[in-house]
C-alpha cells in the first residue's frame, strides 16, 4: 500500500538523535507550524498534495529545517469550529507511519524520520501527504475535499506562521471566552460504560470530559462524524439551580442513560449532586473535612495525599458511575475552567494539591491564594494541614 | 479390505498404542485408487509442504498435482496459503489444523465448499506427531470418513498410510506414480 | 454433597465473615458441583476435543480395554470420557505440585516467622490476592491465612482424586468440570505459594523496574566453586544465598539455577545466575560445569544422579518428592555428611534446608579445586572424533527423536568437522537425550553440543510478583473498551516445536503491536535468548511496566497466579465488580470483556495443563503449541457456524452477537506465524469499543497480511459495524465485504452469558 508501513502499533516509537534523516522543527528550530483551515468547496482541490521548497531526497542526512505543514479541508458539516480538532489528528496520523515520530502541535512541532524509512522509500514528503489524506478522509466521511501543502521555503514558512499565529490566538480567545452559557447544547460520552454501566459524562463548554480526551469541540465533532456513536448531543434546557448549574433536559438525558440510577447532575460541584466517575479520570477532587476544603490528586502522583491515602484508594471512592458526595473525578484541564467547582467555591476551597500539578494550573489560581494552598512539600497529614490554612487564615 | 496392524512408524512418538491401525498403501497405483474413488474428498495441506524438497521439486508441487488431479478442495492451514497464493492457487479453507479436524467429526458438517463432509481426507505436510494426534481423533470420533497419510514417515491411526519410505528418491517416485495414475479411476456414482 | 449448616459455619469462619470488606457472594469455598453449571455452559460452547494418545485403557485390572469404535472398558467407560479421566489425573497432579510447594514454603515460613506474619505487598499492592478473594471470599492477612487457602486445595483434591478411580464419574463433561475445578484450585496454591515466597523472603514487590540478571549456560563462571540447584522450589536456594552472605562467600562461590528454581532465587539474590529451562537440564549437566547439583522439585530428569556420578559431580537431594533412593542424611552430624559427600562420593538426601546449604556450599568449595579437568567442554577436535562412527544413515537417531529433529545430518556433519547443522540442532533441541539412547554406536550426541551450543549470555529481568493497583487502573479503561489490544502470558514449558527463541518472535510481534506482555518460567527464560542488532534482549528493549507495549517477567511458575488476578483486578478494581466469593461473575466479566490470552508455546507438564485448564475456567483462552495436542483434550467452537448468542446486560434480552469471540477456549497452533494470529484474534471481546476494535483488528489485519499475505479470510466475522475497520484499512475492507455480502452485526458494551445458564448470580449483578 505505502512504501513504509502504517497503523496504531507505530504510535510512541522514538527517533534518537543519531537515527534521523530528517528532523523538521523541534527545539533547535524556530520556523515551524501545523495548520489546518476549513475552506469553502470551491476553495479545495482535492488529493492535491505540494511540496514548496526541498524535499526530504533533497536533503543530506542528519539535516534540522523549518516546515509548515498547511492542511486545507471542505465539507458541507464541517465548520470552523472543527479545526482544532482536525489539527489534533496531524499527530496521530504522522504517529501512525512507520519511523517517524510527531511531537507537539499548532506553532511547536518536531518531527523525525528514521534513516530506516528513508531507507525503505520514504524519500518524500509526497508520501506522507498521501497518507493523510486517506486516514483523514477514511475515518472522518465529513471530510469530502482536502488538500495538503509541505512548505519547506525558510521565506514562507516565516509569512505562513504569522498567519498561523493569528489563527491560533483567534481561537484561544473564543474557547477562553467560552462559556456553558453561550452554547446550546452540551455532548454526552457513554464509551465507558462497558465498565461502568450507569455512568454518562455530559461535557460542557467548560468542563473538559474526566478523562480528559474530549472537550466540547471534540464532542462537536464526533457528533458530526458518527451520530451512531458513543457521544451525543445533550440539548441543555433550562437551568433549574443557577446556583448549583443543573439543566432540566441535561438531568433527563443523564436519568435515562444511566438507567435511572442517577436523576441529577450538578454540574460544578463535588458536594452536592457531583458528576459521576467511571474510573478513567485524570485526577480526583476530594473533601478533608478537617479542612473544610478540597484536595486534588493526580494520577501520576505517587504516595500518599494528605489525608493518608494514595490516588488508588481514593479512585475506588470515586468510580464506578456512583454518585458520591465530596468525591469527584476530573479531566486536568477542568482545574483550568472558569466554572471549577464554582458552586461550593472554586479555587477558594482548595487546601491542597500535588505541588507540580499546582504549578501546572498556577494562572488560574488567584494570586493571592497561591501560596496558601498546601502541597506535599509544606505539610504531611491533615493537622499539619489544618494548621497551615489556619496560618494562612483560611481556617 | 482386512486392517492390518502396522509396526513401527518412522517416529517412535507415534507408535501405535492401540488395536486398529493403518493399511499399508505400499503401490502409488493403489493410492490412486482409493483416492479416485472418493466421491467428496478434501486435501489437508500442512506447514511443511512449504519448503520440503522432494527431488527438483517442493512437497506443495507434488500436494498440488494430486489435488488438481480431480479439483480435490485444499484446506491449507497454518501459512501455508502464503505459499500457495505465489503458486497462484487459492485454497477452498484456511482453518487450522485442529480446527479441520474439529469440523470434519461432525458427520453433518457440508464441507470446505458446502458440498457436502467428505467422504475421505488427505494430509500431508502437517508436522508428524501432530498429525497422528489428529489422525487418532478422526479415527475415533469421525467413523463417517476415511482418512489417508500421504506421508513417508507413516502414520498407524490414519485408515490408508504410505510405508516408511527412508530414501528421498523413492519417495519422489511414489508421488510420480501417484500422480500419473490419478484421474485414471473413474469415481463411483 | 449438600454442605450442611455446620459446613457452612465452618466455611464462614475460615473467610471471616465478620470482616465486611465486600459481602459474600455466592460461592465462597466453592466445592466440586458448586460452578458446574459455569463449567457446562462453558462447554457447550467451547466443546472438548479430544485426541486419544492411546486407544486402550489399562488402568486397572480388568483391562487393558480396547476403546476403539463404539467399544467401552470393562467399567463401561468409553473412549471420550476416558481421555477426560486422564485429563483430570494430570490436572490433578499440577495442582498437587503447586499446592505441595505451597505447603511446604508455608510451613517453613510459618516456623520462621510466625503464623501472624503480616502480608504487605509494598504500597503498590492493596488487592493482595484476588484470586483467594474471589474463590474462597477471604482476604489473607497473614501466613496463617494462605495455609487455610492451602488447606481448601487439599480438602477438595482428595474428592478430585477420587472421581478418577474405576467405576466413578461415567460422563466426559462432568470430568471436565472437575479438571476446571482442580485448575482453579491450582490457581488458588500458585497465589498462596508466591505471596508466602515474596512477603517470607522479601523478593520484589511493587516495583516495576527489577534487576536484569545474566542468563545462559556460559554465563556461569567455570573459575569458581559452582553449585547448581535445579527444580521449582527456591527454599534451599535461598537458604544457600544466606549461607554465603553469613560467611562472607558471595563472591567466591558461583550459584546458578535450572527451571523455576533459577527464576525465584534471582528474586532473592540478583548475583545467582540463570542457566535456562528444562530443555537446557541435560546439556548443562553434562559439561561437568557443576561441582554440587541440588535437586529440589518438580521438572526435574530422573537420572541426575547417574549424571552427576559421570561428571564427578555431587548430588544433594533435598526435597521429599525426589529422594532418588539416595541416604536420608537430614539427622546427621553436618561434618559427617561432608565427609561422605566429598571423601566418598556419596549422594544424599538431605531434608534440613540449612544443613542442605551448608553442605552443597562446602563441599563445592573443597570439590572445584579438584575437578578443573572435568570442566573442560568439548573441544572441535574431541567431538569430531566422538562422531566418527557415524554414518548418517541408520537414523535412529531421527526415529527416536521427541522433536522429530533430523539430528543424523548434524552428527554426521559434526564427523566431517561442520559444526553449523550441530548448532542449529541445539536451538530446537529439548534435552531429553533419547537420542544418544537409541544411537547404534554409543556416540553422546547432547555433549557434542557443546562445540556447537550457542554460548552467549543474556539479560533476564527477574520476576516482579503482582501487577500494581495503579497499573490496573491506568490500564483497565483501555484494555476493556480495547484500545490496549490484549494481555498476553506466555507461560509454560520449553518444549518448543522449533527454535527457542520464537517465543522472543512472538512476545516482540505483540509488544511493538502494543500488546500488553507478560511471561513466566521456562517460557520468560527462552524469551530472553535473542538479542537485537544492538545486543538488546527483549527485557532491554521493551519497558518492564504493565502497560502497551512493554513486557513482564512476573516470576516462575507459581507468578502466573498475578496474571490472572491482574484480569480479576480489572473487573474488581477497575469495574468496581465485587469478587468476594463471587467466581461466576468475575470469570463472565472476564470471558466477556477483558481481552486475555494465554499462551503455552512449548507445553509438556501436567502443571501446565493445570494452569491452562484454569485459566480456561476464568473465560481466559490459551493457544499451545503443537506438543499440546498430546494433552488429548482442547476446547473448540464452531466458529462462525456455532451460536453466539449472549444476554444485553442493559436490556436482559438475548442477542445474537453472530461474532465468535473469543473463538476456541484451548486451541493447538502448528506454526509461530499462525500463532501469531491466533493469538491476535483470541484477544478480541465481544464488548470491545469500535475504536477498540479498530485497533485489534489493525493488528489482526496487519499481522495477517505479513504472514499470510491477504487480508485475514474470516475477518467479515469480526466486523460488527464499519465504524469497527481501522482507517488504515478502510477502503480495501470496505470493497472486501461489499464483495462477500456482510452485514452489520449487533454491537453491545454489556455482554454477559449470565442468564443464558442456570445460576445463582442476577443479570443485574452484571451491571452492578
Known amino acids: 500500500m505505502y512504501v513504509i508501513d502504517v497503523g496504531p502499533q507505530y504510535e510512541g516509537e522514538r527517533v534518537r538523535k543519531g537515527e534521523f534523516q530528517v528532523e523538521y522543527g523541534g527545539p533547535d528550530v524556530g520556523q515551524k507550524a501545523e495548520l489546518v483551515l476549513v475552506k469553502e468547496m470551491d476553495e479545495v482541490e482535492h488529493d492535491k498534495i505540494t511540496i514548496t521548497g526541498m524535499d526530504i531526497k533533497d536533503l543530506p542526512e542528519g539535516s534540522t529545517v523549518p516546515l509548515f505543514i498547511k492542511v486545507d479541508v471542505a465539507g458541507e458539516l464541517l465548520e470552523r469550529d472543527l479545526e482544532a480538532v482536525l489539527e489534533r489528528r496531524i499527530h496521530q496520523y504522522i504517529n501512525y507511519i512507520e519511523g517517524i515520530f510527531h511531537m507537539g502541535q499548532r506553532n511547536e512541532i518536531w518531527i523525525r524520520i528514521h534513516k530506516n524509512s528513508f531507507n525503505k522509500g520514504l524519500d518524500s514528503l509526497e508520501h506522507i501527504g498521501r497518507i493523510l489524506i486517506d486516514l483523514y478522509t477514511a475515518e472522518l466521511p465529513v471530510i469530502e475535499k482536502m488538500s495538503v501543502e509541505f512548505i519547506t521555503d525558510p521565506a514562507k514558512v516565516e509569512e505562513l506562521l504569522t498567519v498561523a499565529l493569528t489563527v491560533y490566538k483567534e481561537r484561544d480567545d473564543k474557547v477562553k471566552g467560552l462559556r456553558d452559557e453561550d452554547v446550546e447544547e452540551f455532548y454526552g460520552c457513554v464509551l465507558c460504560q462497558s465498565f461502568a454501566p450507569t455512568h454518562v459524562c455530559v461535557i460542557t463548554a467548560e468542563r473538559v470530559a474526566l478523562c480528559g480526551a474530549i472537550n466540547w469541540f471534540d464532542g462537536r465533532a464526533a457528533v458530526k462524524v458518527d451520530p451512531e456513536g458513543a457521544q451525543f448531543a445533550i440539548p441543555k434546557g433550562n437551568l433549574i439551580d443557577p446556583e448549583y448549574y443543573s439543566y432540566d433536559t441535561v438531568n433527563q438525558i443523564v436519568a435515562e442513560r444511566s438507567m435511572g440510577e442517577v436523576t441529577r447532575f450538578n454540574l460544578h460541584s463535588a458536594l452536592s449532586y457531583p458528576h459521576t466517575s467511571c474510573g478513567c479520570f485524570e485526577a480526583i477532587v476530594f473533601y478533608i473535612p478537617e479542612a473544610d476544603g478540597f484536595g486534588i490528586v493526580n494520577r501520576d502522583f505517587v504516595g500518599s495525599t494528605v489525608i493518608d491515602e494514595p490516588f488508588s484508594t481514593l479512585a475506588g471512592m470515586a468510580s464506578g458511575g456512583k454518585q458520591n458526595e465530596g468525591y469527584l473525578g476530573v479531566g486536568v484541564q477542568y482545574l483550568m475552567s472558569p466554572k471549577f467547582l464554582i458552586s461550593d467555591g472554586g479555587y477558594n476551597r482548595v487546601a491542597w494539591m500535588p505541588s507540580v500539578l499546582k504549578e501546572m494550573v498556577k494562572e488560574n489560581i488567584p494570586e493571592d491564594l497561591f501560596d496558601k494552598i498546601a502541597t506535599e512539600k509544606d505539610v504531611q497529614n491533615v493537622d499539619e494541614l489544618a494548621a497551615f490554612m489556619q496560618n494562612a487564615g483560611r481556617l | 479390505m482386512a486392517t492390518e496392524i502396522m509396526t513401527h512408524p518412522y517416529y517412535k512418538v507415534n507408535v501405535l498404542t492401540g488395536s486398529k491401525g493403518a493399511r499399508i498403501i505400499t503401490e502409488p497405483e493403489e493410492a490412486a485408487r482409493i483416492i479416485d474413488k472418493a466421491k467428496t474428498p478434501l486435501y489437508v495441506f500442512g506447514a511443511e509442504v512449504i519448503d520440503t524438497p522432494v527431488g527438483d521439486k517442493l512437497l506443495i508441487d507434488y500436494a498440488l498435482q494430486i489435488a488438481q488431479s480431480r479439483d480435490i478442495p485444499i484446506c491449507a492451514t497454518a501459512h501455508v496459503k502464503r505459499k500457495m497464493l505465489e503458486l497462484q492457487v487459492t485454497p477452498d479453507s484456511v482453518y487450522d489444523i485442529i480446527e479441520i479436524v474439529h469440523f470434519l467429526k461432525d458427520k453433518d458438517w457440508t464441507g470446505v465448499r458446502g458440498q457436502g463432509q467428505h467422504d475421505l481426507v488427505l494430509f500431508t505436510g502437517v508436522r508428524c506427531d501432530l498429525?497422528?494426534?489428529?489422525?487418532?481423533?478422526?479415527?475415533?470420533?469421525?467413523?463417517?470418513?476415511?482418512?489417508?497419510?500421504?506421508?513417508?514417515?507413516?502414520?498407524?491411526?490414519?485408515?490408508?498410510?504410505?510405508?516408511?519410505?527412508?530414501?528421498?528418491?523413492?519417495?519422489?517416485?511414489?508421488?510420480?506414480?501417484?500422480?500419473?495414475?490419478?484421474?485414471?479411476?473413474?469415481?463411483?456414482? | 454433597?449438600?454442605?450442611?449448616?455446620?459446613?457452612?459455619?465452618?466455611?464462614?469462619?475460615?473467610?471471616?465473615?465478620?470482616?465486611?470488606?465486600?459481602?459474600?457472594?455466592?460461592?465462597?469455598?466453592?466445592?466440586?458441583t458448586d460452578l458446574r453449571n459455569w463449567d457446562f455452559r462453558l462447554l457447550q460452547t467451547y466443546e472438548p476435543f479430544y485426541a486419544p494418545f492411546c486407544d486402550l485403557c489399562c488402568l486397572c485390572t480388568f483391562g487393558k480395554c480396547d476403546l476403539t469404535e463404539d467399544r467401552k472398558g470393562a467399567c463401561g467407560i468409553d473412549i471420550a470420557t476416558q481421555q477426560a479421566r486422564w485429563i483430570l489425573i494430570c490436572c490433578l497432579m499440577g495442582t498437587a505440585a503447586h499446592g505441595a510447594h505451597g505447603r511446604h514454603m508455608i510451613d517453613y515460613l510459618i516456623e520462621k516467622h510466625g503464623e501472624d506474619f503480616k502480608i504487605d505487598l509494598g504500597s503498590q499492592v492493596n488487592v493482595e490476592a484476588p484470586i483467594i478473594r474471589t474463590v474462597l471470599g477471604l482476604k489473607p492477612e497473614t501466613l496463617g491465612d494462605l495455609k487455610k487457602a492451602i488447606a481448601y486445595v487439599e480438602d477438595e483434591m482428595i474428592h478430585l482424586v477420587s472421581a478418577t478411580h474405576m467405576?466413578?464419574?461415567?460422563?466426559?463433561?462432568d470430568f471436565e468440570s472437575k479438571a476446571f475445578h482442580a485448575g482453579m484450585l491450582d490457581h488458588v496454591a500458585l497465589e498462596a505459594a508466591d505471596i508466602a515466597q515474596i512477603v517470607g523472603f522479601g523478593y520484589p514487590t511493587s516495583v516495576a523496574d527489577t534487576p536484569l540478571v545474566d542468563l545462559g549456560w556460559s554465563s556461569v563462571n567455570q573459575e569458581k566453586p559452582t553449585i547448581v540447584v535445579v527444580g521449582h522450589n527456591a527454599l534451599v536456594a535461598n537458604s544457600?544465598?544466606?549461607?554465603?552472605?553469613?560467611?562472607?562467600?558471595?563472591?567466591?562461590?558461583?550459584?546458578?539455577?535450572?527451571?523455576?528454581?533459577?527464576?525465584?532465587?534471582?528474586?532473592?539474590?540478583?548475583?545467582?545466575?540463570?542457566?535456562?529451562?528444562?530443555?537446557?537440564?541435560?546439556?548443562?549437566?553434562?559439561?561437568?560445569?557443576?561441582?554440587?547439583?541440588v535437586t529440589d522439585e518438580q521438572c526435574v530428569v530422573t537420572d541426575i544422579p547417574q549424571m552427576a556420578k559421570d561428571a564427578g559431580a555431587a548430588l544433594v537431594a533435598v526435597s521429599d518428592k525426589i529422594c532418588y533412593g539416595l541416604p536420608n542424611c537430614s539427622e546427621k552430624d553436618v561434618d559427617q555428611v561432608f565427609k561422605m559427600v566429598v571423601d566418598e562420593e556419596q549422594q544424599v538426601l538431605i531434608l534440613d534446608a540449612d544443613k542442605a546449604a551448608e553442605i552443597a556450599v562446602r563441599a563445592a568449595m573443597a570439590l572445584a579445586p579438584k575437578r578443573r579437568e572435568l570442566k573442560k567442554i568439548l573441544t572441535k577436535e574431541e567431538a569430531t572424533k566422538l562422531a566418527a562412527k557415524c554414518r548418517g544413515t541408520c537414523e535412529a537417531c531421527n526415529r527416536a527423536c521427541a522433536n522429530l529433529l533430523p539430528i543424523n545430518n548434524a552428527v554426521f556433519k559434526t564427523a566431517q568437522g561442520d559444526f553449523t547443522d550441530l548448532g542449529k540442532l541445539f536451538l530446537r533441541c529439548i534435552g531429553c537425550a533419547k537420542c544418544e539412547e537409541a544411537c547404534v554406536n554409543g556416540i553422546p550426541i547432547l555433549k557434542l553440543m557443546q562445540t556447537a551450543a550457542d554460548g552467549d549470555t543474556y539479560k533476564i529481568r527477574t520476576g516482579r510478583g503482582p501487577i500494581h493497583d495503579v497499573e490496573i487502573r491506568k490500564v483497565g479503561s483501555p484494555i476493556v473498551l480495547g484500545t490496549i489490544p490484549g494481555v498476553v502470558l506466555f507461560a509454560g514449558c520449553s518444549n518448543f516445536p522449533q527454535d527457542i527463541y520464537d517465543v522472543a518472535w512472538l512476545a516482540e510481534e505483540l509488544a511493538r503491536r502494543k500488546y500488553i506482555v507478560c511471561l513466566s518460567g521456562c517460557s520468560a527464560m527462552a524469551a530472553a535468548m535473542s538479542k537485537d542488532e544492538e545486543g538488546r534482549t527483549i527485557y532491554e528493549k521493551f519497558p518492564p511496566e504493565f502497560d502497551a507495549g512493554c513486557i513482564v517477567n512476573v516470576g516462575s511458575c507459581v507468578s502466573n497466579a498475578h496474571v490472572v488476578g491482574a484480569a480479576i483486578k480489572i473487573a474488581n478494581i477497575f469495574a468496581t465488580l465485587p469478587n468476594r466469593a463471587n467466581f461466576e461473575l468475575i470469570s463472565d466479566y472476564i470471558l466477556n470483556r477483558v481481552g486475555a490470552c494465554g499462551v503455552v508455546w512449548g507445553p509438556y507438564s501436567q502443571k501446565a495443563l493445570a494452569i491452562g485448564t484454569g485459566a480456561v475456567r476464568w473465560g481466559i483462552p490459551v493457544v499451545l503449541g503443537p506438543h499440546g495436542s498430546k494433552y488429548r483434550r482442547l476446547f473448540m467452537s464452531k466458529k462462525e457456524l456455532d451460536d453466539w448468542t449472549v444476554i444485553n446486560g442493559r436490556t436482559a434480552e438475548l442477542v445474537d452477537t453472530k461474532e465468535p469471540t473469543p473463538e476456541h477456549m484451548m486451541v493447538v497452533t502448528e506454526t509461530k506465524e499462525r500463532a501469531l494470529i491466533t493469538i491476535i484474534k483470541q484477544c478480541f471481546r465481544r464488548n470491545d469499543t469500535p475504536p477498540g476494535r479498530g485497533i485489534k483488528l489493525n493488528s489482526y489485519i496487519s499481522a495477517y497480511k505479513q504472514l499470510i499475505g491477504t487480508l485475514p479470510d474470516d475477518l467479515q466475522n469480526f466486523v460488527r459495524t464499519e465504524k469497527d475497520i481501522p482507517i488504515v484499512y478502510k477502503r480495501e475492507v470496505i470493497s472486501y465485504l461489499k464483495e462477500i455480502g456482510w452485514q452489520p452485526k449487533p454491537v453491545l458494551s454489556l455482554p454477559t452469558i449470565i442468564g443464558t445458564y442456570d445460576t445463582k448470580v442476577p443479570i443485574e449483578a452484571t451491571i452492578k
Open chain 3, 1 to 32: 454433597m449438600r454442605k450442611g449448616k455446620m459446613k457452612e459455619e465452618e466455611i464462614k469462619k475460615t473467610i471471616k465473615t465478620e470482616d465486611g470488606w465486600e459481602p459474600v457472594g455466592p460461592t465462597p469455598m466453592p466445592s466440586l
Open chain 3, 240 to 293: 544457600i544465598v544466606d549461607y554465603l552472605r553469613q560467611n562472607g562467600l558471595n563472591d567466591q562461590v558461583e550459584l546458578a539455577g535450572l527451571c523455576c528454581t533459577a527464576l525465584d532465587m534471582t528474586r532473592y539474590d540478583k548475583g545467582a545466575k540463570v542457566i535456562g529451562p528444562l530443555s537446557r537440564q541435560r546439556f548443562f549437566l553434562k559439561t561437568g560445569y557443576a561441582d554440587v547439583i
Open chain 3, 167 to 173: 467405576g466413578q464419574e461415567g460422563n466426559y463433561k
Open chain 2, 131 to 189: 498429525a497422528e494426534r489428529g489422525l487418532a481423533t478422526l479415527k475415533h470420533f469421525a467413523p463417517h470418513l476415511k482418512t489417508f497419510a500421504i506421508c513417508r514417515r507413516s502414520h498407524p491411526n490414519a485408515d490408508y498410510a504410505v510405508p516408511i519410505i527412508a530414501k528421498g528418491g523413492k519417495w519422489q517416485e511414489y508421488l510420480a506414480a501417484l500422480v500419473k495414475t490419478l484421474g485414471t479411476v473413474t469415481p463411483a456414482a
